[in-house]
C-alpha cells in the first residue's frame, strides 16, 4: 500500500526537508505540497490524498481550522499534525479537529513515519509527551464522562464502532469496514454520544482510553 501525502507548511525549507525524508520510504509518495490554507484546501480538492501532515502555524487559518474543514469535506482524509506547538490547548483543538495524529517537530523521524502510517490505517497516534497529557488531563479533571454501566448500555455495534471511532476513522471508514451505511454509521455516532454523555472526538478518546478500549 502506498501513502499518497500532502505537505502543508508556510515554510519551503520545512518542505523540503521533509521531502526529501519521507520519499525516500517506499511506500510513502508525496503527491504535492501547500504553504497556505488555502493552498491546502485546494489541494486537497484537487489531488485527494490519503494523508495531509499539517503545520498548525500557517499564515491565513490554522491548521486547526484547515483540518475541520478538510474533516467536513473529505472526510476520507487523515491528517497528522506536525508542529512545534506542544501545549494543551493546540493539542486537544487538533483532536477536536478530527487529526488523527500529533507530533512534535522535534520529534526523531521515525516517529512522524509511525504517525503517518498509523493514520493512514485509521489509527491514532500520539506523540507519547502528547499522550501522557491527554491521560493526566482526563484522571485530573476528577469526572467520568460516563460510568460504567452506561458503556454496558451500548449494542454490540455501537461498541464496534466507539472501537473505530475512538481510533481515529471516519464514518466512511467505519461503513465501508462493517459494511453499513454511512447514515446508519451516523446514527451509531449519535446513539453512543448520547448513551455515553460525550460531546466531542475528544472527550470520546478520553473516555475510550479510560476504559481501556484503546490505549494511547
Known amino acids: 500500500m502506498t501513502i ?70 473529505w472526510p476520507e482524509v487523515s491528517v497528522v499534525a506536525l508542529t512545534i506547538h506542544e501545549d494543551e490547548e493546540y493539542f486537544f483543538q487538533m483532536l477536536q479537529a478530527g487529526a488523527s495524529g500529533y507530533v512534535p517537530k522535534r520529534a526523531a523521524p521515525e516517529e512522524l513515519l509511525t504517525a503517518i502510517r498509523a493514520a493512514a490505517i485509521g489509527e491514532v497516534y500520539l506523540y507519547p509527551s502528547m499522550a501522557k497529557l491527554l491521560v ?51 446514527r451509531h455516532r449519535e446513539n453512543i454520544m448520547h448513551k455515553l454523555n460525550l460531546h466531542s472526538r475528544t472527550e470520546l478518546v478520553k473516555y475510550a482510553i479510560r476504559k481501556g478500549i484503546i490505549r494511547p
Open 4 to 73: 499518497r501525502l500532502l505537505l502543508v507548511d508556510d515554510h519551503a525549507v520545512v518542505r523540503s526537508g521533509l521531502r526529501m525524508l519521507l520519499e525516500s520510504e517506499d511506500d510513502l509518495d508525496i503527491i504535492g505540497e501547500a504553504g497556505t490554507a488555502r493552498e491546502a484546501l485546494e489541494a486537497v480538492a484537487a489531488l485527494h490524498p490519503d494523508l495531509a501532515l499539517i503545520d498548525i502555524g500557517l499564515p491565513d487559518l490554522s491548521g486547526i481550522e484547515v483540518t475541520r474543514q478538510i474533516k467536513q469535506r
Open 136 to 186: 493526566k488531563d482526563y484522571v485530573s479533571s476528577g469526572k467520568e464522562a460516563a460510568p460504567l454501566e452506561a458503556l454496558n448500555e451500548l449494542t454490540d455495534r455501537e461498541r464496534e464502532v466507539l472501537s473505530r471511532l475512538a481510533d481515529g476513522a471516519s464514518n466512511q471508514e467505519i461503513a465501508d469496514a462493517l459494511t453499513i451505511s454511512h447514515k446508519t454509521v451516523g
